[in-house]
């Protein structure tokens, strides 16, 4: 089955540390997107890639580093200078030329304790 | 700047009674307008795409439509099933994918 996974689907930080969100996706998608969602709120772009070894700031990006060493992985790493990461986080993947829809995984919720 | 608003925050209709959502956007060199339906804690499920003013598309009770600056998702005669946040995106001509902070769309029996 062709998709894309997030794991895990919540996740604990205490404050200070680093924490890393897991994308995957098999449908050969070139471009691949991060995104947070606070309560009641639209997506809001931290990062995105169009190709491997390549990634550009969204409007979010403090406090965020991705990396993308292959095509099927984009994973997102919330460091300890994101000083309000209690949110929703959401990873997208679609083909590279921008005019072809994304597809979502279900999502990993990370909270602050 | 991309700049994607849409309108209204909120909608509470009865079963049955049509409306229509909006979703006003400026961009450099669109390249595409995606819908979105939206349940609690789930990720997105993608609805439609449009790619030039006049294009419209359809599916089941909703229906998506396009102009240069601005898109409508038509819900006819709707049922309590499309309660959902509704999300407008676009992308543009750097392959950025900009959405909107959705319309919460609640349909009572």
């Known amino acids: 089955d062709g998709g894309i996974t997030q794991s895990p689907k919540y996740l604990f930080r205490k404050e200070g540390q680093n924490v890393t969100l897991s994308c995957e996706q098999n449908?050969?998608?070139?471009?691949m997107y991060w995104y947070r969602q606070d309560p009641g709120q639209g997506l809001r772009l931290i990062y995105y890639?169009?190709?491997?070894?390549?990634?550009q700031k969204g409007d979010i990006a403090e406090g965020y580093s991705v990396s993308r060493e292959k095509k099927e992985s984009f994973p997102l790493t919330v460091t300890s200078a994101q000083k309000n990461p209690t949110a929703f986080y959401l990873c997208?993947?679609?083909?590279?030329?921008?005019?072809?829809?994304?597809?979502f995984g279900q999502g990993t919720r990370l909270t602050v304790v | 700047e991309d700049q994607v608003t849409q309108s209204p925050e909120a909608l509470r209709l009865q079963e049955g009674e049509s409306s229509s959502l909006n979703c006003s956007y400026t961009?450099?060199?669109?390249?595409?307008l995606f819908w979105y339906r939206q349940d609690p804690g789930k990720g997105p499920e993608f609805l439609f795409t449009?790619?030039?003013a006049g294009e419209e598309k359809e599916k089941e009770r909703l229906k998506a439509t396009l102009t240069k600056k601005e898109s409508f998702l038509h819900i006819t005669a709707p049922k309590p099933e499309d309660s959902a946040t509704y999300l407008c995106?676009?992308?543009?001509?750097?392959?950025?994918?900009?959405f909107g902070a959705g319309t919460q769309v609640v349909v009572t029996p």
């Open positions: 997208a993947s679609s083909m590279f030329e921008g005019n072809t829809e994304a597809f």
């Open positions: 449908l050969n998608h070139d471009a």
């Open positions: 890639s169009q190709i491997v070894n390549d990634f």
């Open positions: 961009v450099s060199g669109l390249r595409g």
């Open positions: 449009l790619y030039s």
């Open positions: 995106a676009v992308s543009d001509s750097w392959g950025k994918l900009q």
